[in-house]
């Protein structure tokens, strides 16, 4: 049977799921899975880069959800609280994203002229994989604000709730990863 | 924002995302989410259980004479140690799934039952080691150690007597790990199936024609080099004979003959009994140890 993919902002039952959650009924797990799981993939996959490397970030996510949402208070939704849970969980598997890439970079490399021509620059698998070696480049705190408040379009004010942090931390944060990325790009050129 | 950086910002917005994946993270994520519940209910109930069984068990002893002591200790001698009862409820939590790959023969394991490694919590930023191997290191690590491969098996005259030590999970679809043992009956009834060919050159009484099938693929598991055969082999093996006595092993071979074919979610998914002791103990130290490789970053 196919895992359901809900819509965005999908919050149908969130909380009576997230109550049976609590008290240990694990199938709520299952229903809160089906709820967010695509957009907990969508962000894994925009901040690592990596299908592999995604998917298991998805899956610990919602394997230390039971246990973590004693500490869900409800605000900003449980959407955005589980993405905040994948971006603290994700330093390993930033890790193990950017070796892959390496690996894979280095096995497919062949001559090619540098610029880049004009076709590759508009070849979004390049673009992809261009963003995602800048960011590699970045700290942990740098790529994750930069990834939700550009790439996931979200605000400062909600990116703060979520990850805890004053809003000015946030936005200095982010000021700080375009100017390195902006950097990493001009030398890439 | 540069012009360059707007279009790889635009092109990550854009690109698609694969959901193939989901069901199967599905499944390995509510057995491992299973498992740490009752890992967890587990630390809470142990310090009760033992003294709660040894009176139950002390007090049906007194209760029935001398006779009774003598049956109870011939009993305690002969079962497996007692599982907590907690292993009967993980049945009714676990989803009801196919919890084998595609094609493979079906047994729904579906009493999980594992530690786990410890989870942050948002929105503390979780602290981790910076040198750790990646998972798929510690996988093929694990899988080239010399405690993975099994032995061929031999003449196991010990199952067919009433007074077998540690009856082999033989029959597990379905089965509590808290039901009681099994019978001199029960013990055995498998010798009609026959005894394996044993390999030392003696001739067996009766020989099972599904050995052959597993040398097979033990061969090719051990020797073949072709790990995608050595999963065809094991499956051969397990439709011709899924409650055979060998069936254990074969799994367990199978579940890392997965791993080293590349197909990972469904090597992870098929060692999963074995790590929770739906095997009766069987590999769940190995499995276990391999479950955590895959898990950890």
């Not at chain 2, 899924?242 to 090597?267: K, M, Q, S, T, V």
Request: aromatic share 4%.
């Amino acid at each position: 049977m196919p895992v359901a993919i809900a819509t965005a902002g999908a919050t149908r039952d969130d909380g009576a799921a997230i109550a049976r959650l609590r008290t240990g009924d694990l199938a709520a797990l299952g229903e809160l899975y089906d709820q967010h799981h695509a957009a907990v993939r969508t962000f894994a996959v925009r901040f690592l880069g990596d299908a592999t490397a995604a998917e298991d970030l998805v899956h610990d996510v919602f394997v230390a959800l039971p246990e973590a949402v004693g500490s869900y208070r409800g605000d900003g939704g449980l959407r955005s609280f589980l993405i905040a849970m994948a971006a603290n969980l994700s330093k390993n598997h930033v890790r193990a994203a950017a070796r892959r890439r390496a690996l894979a970079s280095r096995a497919a490399e062949e001559p090619r002229p540098s610029p880049p021509r004009p076709d590759e620059l508009h070849d979004r698998g390049e673009l992809s994989n261009r963003l995602q070696r800048a960011l590699d480049a970045l700290s942990h705190d740098h790529r994750v604000a930069f990834v939700l408040c550009e790439i996931e379009e979200r605000t400062s004010p909600a990116v703060a709730t979520m990850l805890a942090v004053p809003e000015a931390t946030v936005r200095t944060r982010l000021f700080h990863a375009k100017k390195r990325l902006r950097e990493l790009l001009e030398n890439d050129r | 924002m540069s012009d360059l950086l707007d279009d790889l910002v635009r092109a990550a917005r854009e690109a698609p995302v694969n959901h193939d994946e989901a069901e199967a993270t599905r499944r390995r994520m509510l057995a491992a989410a299973t498992r740490e519940t009752h890992t967890r209910s587990r630390r809470r109930l142990s310090p009760w259980v033992l003294p709660l069984v040894a009176a139950f068990v002390a007090t049906g002893a007194l209760a029935a004479g001398p006779s009774g002591v003598r049956l109870v200790t011939q009993w305690l001698a002969a079962a497996p140690a007692p599982s907590p009862a907690l292993s009967s409820r993980s049945l009714a939590l676990a989803p009801s799934s196919g919890a084998l790959a595609q094609g493979a023969p079906s047994s729904s394991f579906e009493d999980v039952d594992r530690p786990a490694a410890a989870t942050p919590l948002p929105p503390a930023p979780a602290s981790a080691p910076n040198t750790a191997p990646t998972s798929d290191e510690k996988i093929a690590a694990a899988t080239s150690e010399p405690a993975a491969i099994a032995q061929l098996p031999t003449a196991r005259a010990s199952v067919d007597t009433p007074t077998a030590t540690s009856p082999k999970p033989a029959s597990f679809a379905g089965r509590s790990s808290a039901s009681p043992p099994p019978s001199a009956a029960t013990i055995a009834a498998p010798a009609a199936v026959g005894s394996p060919p044993a390999v030392d050159g003696t001739a067996p009484a009766v020989v099972d024609p599904t050995d052959e099938l597993y040398r097979t693929a033990h061969e090719r598991h051990f020797r073949g080099g072709d790990a995608s055969a050595a999963v065809t082999a094991w499956d051969r093996y397990l439709a011709a004979a899924p409650r055979g006595r060998f069936a254990p092993e074969a799994r367990y071979n199978r579940a890392l003959a997965l791993l080293r074919a590349g197909r990972r979610a469904e090597g992870l998914v098929a060692l999963e009994p074995f790590a929770n002791g739906a095997m009766g103990g069987y590999r769940q130290a190995e499995a276990t140890r391999l479950l955590d490789a895959a898990r950890a970053p």
